[in-house]
């Protein structure tokens, strides 16, 4: 298990700055037109909500598609950002199930899992990313294709860089591994917190994020139509956040992602060497991690399939059957059909 490093506490969550990008969609010669369902219906599969102690600590997760999994075939693991949950794949999961075990879990302080108190858990990514492992282990998931949106990026690279024999792939969804991804016309107060824990100006500012119109605007903006977006999302959401002593744990796991910049260059040494099978599905209407973040991917994975569709920051809310139709064929070509199919090369293609 990837063991726990620093205890550390202090601040933050997320928010916005604007980044003008050229769009860009990698489509494959087969794929649907932008905006197109899949080719066919897809069977109804149950979508299971469970739950697992671990280290005292429940942490529930959802799963689907258990009984249709191919021993061969590596399971599907959805890592979710903050200030959501397995929540935010509640429509995705069927889309995969019918042909892939998947699942989802909550972290400690997210979701239905528990959410101990600051003083009493020691929230970093380390130890999230522990115990997302233990919770892989005991369910017999031992290959993965990891999807990796906002916090689940530096959950799922420690995973990757701890274990790159069973990552089958990633599926990359505005989740930053570079610096380009994190410009200081955002990141700047988040800078100044990691620097130090006592900026009142930055605690102020971080604790803003945690309010219903934070949550709100993290769902809607950069949408195409911001009326469209499900009010489920931020009214599922914001009791959580809004739980008796819930702002010093999202405050101490935010102080703790500036362990991540210092990180990058090991996420990318490991996606240079093991070139693990990856597309990249990025809202890049998104001002927390803009698409500036997703271009450097290519730099490190030549043959990854870039798509920046137009839409914000969860992708999958606006542009949810266009990602699953991407993915399964991106999961049969390149992960399940890897040893029969040569790898398609990235290609770029206006998309407005």
Excluded: C
Aim: a negative charge; glycine letters at 8%; proline letters at 8%.
């Amino acid at each position: 298990m990837i063991k726990n490093t620093t205890r550390q506490t202090a601040s933050s969550l997320l928010a916005a700055v604007g980044l003008s990008v050229l769009s860009l969609a990698a489509i494959p010669a087969n794929a649907s037109p932008p905006g197109a369902a899949p080719d066919a219906i897809v069977e109804s599969v149950p979508v299971y909500t469970r739950s697992m102690e671990i280290d005292g600590t429940t942490i529930y997760y959802r799963e689907a598609g258990t009984d249709r999994q191919d021993t061969d075939e590596p399971v599907i693991v959805l890592l979710h950002g903050f200030p959501t949950s397995s929540h935010m794949f509640r429509d995705f999961i069927p889309k995969l199930a019918d042909e892939y075990r998947v699942i989802a879990p909550d972290y400690p302080g997210y979701g239905l899992s528990d959410a101990p108190p600051a003083e009493d858990f020691e929230y970093t990514f380390d130890n999230i990313a522990g115990m997302m492992e233990e919770l892989l282990d005991r369910l017999g998931a031992e290959q993965w294709v990891l999807y990796l949106q906002d916090y689940g990026a530096p959950v799922g690279f420690r995973l990757a860089t701890e274990h790159p024999d069973r990552v089958a792939g990633l599926i990359v969804q505005n989740g930053n591994a570079y610096e380009e991804g994190l410009p200081d016309s955002f990141w700047g107060p988040w800078r100044d917190y990691w620097k130090n824990p006592n900026d009142q100006k930055a605690i102020k500012y971080l604790g803003g994020l945690l309010t219903l119109e934070a949550t709100k605007w993290q769902f809607t903006h950069g949408t195409r139509i911001p009326d469209a977006i499900s009010p489920d999302n931020w009214l599922v959401v914001q009791p959580l956040l809004d739980r008796p002593g819930n702002v010093f744990v999202q405050l101490e796991l935010a102080y703790d992602y500036g362990s991540n910049p210092p990180r990058y260059p090991q996420w990318q040494t490991y996606l240079r060497e093991h070139q693990p099978p990856t597309i990249i599905t990025w809202g890049r209407h998104d001002e927390i991690f803009p698409a500036s973040g997703a271009l450097p991917y290519l730099r490190d994975l030549p043959n990854a399939e870039l798509h920046l569709l137009d839409t914000g920051h969860f992708a999958l809310d606006e542009d949810g059957d266009l990602i699953a139709a991407l993915v399964r064929r991106w999961l049969e070509r390149e992960v399940v059909g890897q040893n029969n199919i040569t790898s398609t090369h990235a290609s770029t293609d206006v998309r407005e």
